[in-house]
């Protein structure tokens, strides 16, 4: 048995394609739809009612592209929305939070545990609870870094600005006894060098998106569920809004032969 239909993966911008990119590595041979939220982001600095409709409408849209399941490419989606979104689509949907605690929690030696995150991210403690509730004896030290998903965006990681508010922001964690950072945002993957530049090669980076992914290659696999398609899969990534700066920072990230890329009004969704 198999199921032909493409994955679906939301996320408020550019982030998302950090998971994008790895389900292209694990799962070559999937159809790939992917939306972000350009016209709206940042989520990070909104409301849990907000995010919620926001990622209410991006759900909408995947599941008229018939998406077989959906990842919530996004820890602010996942911390406000996907709890009361899980009780109005039957659809499956993954988010990033669960898998990357999980992973943190099993690598940390020293049971101190960083976690950078957007505000809303950060306040909800989505992550000190799942990593506590692995091990109760775990030190998590969230930092909100919304200021990093603008370096991102506005392709400005390596501006003076960018380097200031990074070493500030990640100085705490300087610390040697903190053994472990979860990049809780998305977007934070693509500031890799630039975190490494501060805190060094010993910090182990947690990188939810790669964790979430192979927990749903594992689920599709027990569930019959993925493609029987031996060639490559097409890749279709749609965004609300900023589609040229999309399209140039999609491309240089993901850096592979893109099917589509188009811009989406979500009007007909809602
Ligand atoms: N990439 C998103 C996350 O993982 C959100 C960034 C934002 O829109 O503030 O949280």
Redesign the pocket.
């Known amino acids: 048995m198999s199921d032909k239909r493409p994955i679906g993966l939301l996320?408020?911008?550019l982030?998302?394609l950090t998971v994008t990119k790895e389900v292209i590595k694990q799962m070559p041979n999937e159809d790939i739809v992917f939306i972000g939220d350009e016209a709206r982001?940042?989520?990070?600095?909104k409301t849990k009612e907000q995010i919620t409709e926001y990622t209410r409408e991006l759900v909408k849209y995947l599941i008229s592209q018939d998406v077989k399941v959906i990842i919530y490419?996004?820890?602010?989606?996942?911390a406000n929305a996907l709890p009361t979104l899980k009780n109005e689509f039957s659809i499956p949907m993954f988010g990033?939070i669960q898998p990357g605690a999980v992973a943190a929690s099993l690598s940390t030696k020293t049971k101190y545990v960083g976690v950078i995150?957007?505000e809303?991210?950060i306040n909800s403690k989505s992550y000190s609870k799942a990593i506590e509730a692995n091990d109760p004896e775990i030190k998590v030290l969230g930092i909100a870094a919304?200021k990093f998903?603008s370096f991102v965006e506005n392709d400005e990681a390596d501006s003076d600005d960018a380097k200031k508010n990074i070493a500030e922001t990640l100085a705490p964690y300087k610390d040697p006894k903190y053994d472990t950072l979860v990049l809780?945002?998305?977007?934070f993957p693509m500031l890799k060098p630039q975190i490494r530049e501060v805190l060094g090669n010993k910090i182990n980076l947690v990188d939810s998106g790669v964790e979430t992914v192979s927990y749903v290659k594992d689920y599709l696999e027990a569930n019959y569920l993925l493609t029987d398609n031996n060639k490559n899969g097409s890749i279709k990534l749609h965004a609300t809004g900023g589609i040229k700066e999309f399209k140039r920072l999609a491309k240089d990230w993901l850096n592979i032969p893109v099917d589509e890329i188009s811009l989406v009004n979500l009007g007909d969704n809602k």
């Open positions: 996320d408020s911008g982030g998302g982001m940042p989520y990070g600095v490419a996004c820890n602010t989606a996942t990033v995150g957007t809303a991210t919304q998903v809780g945002c998305t977007h």
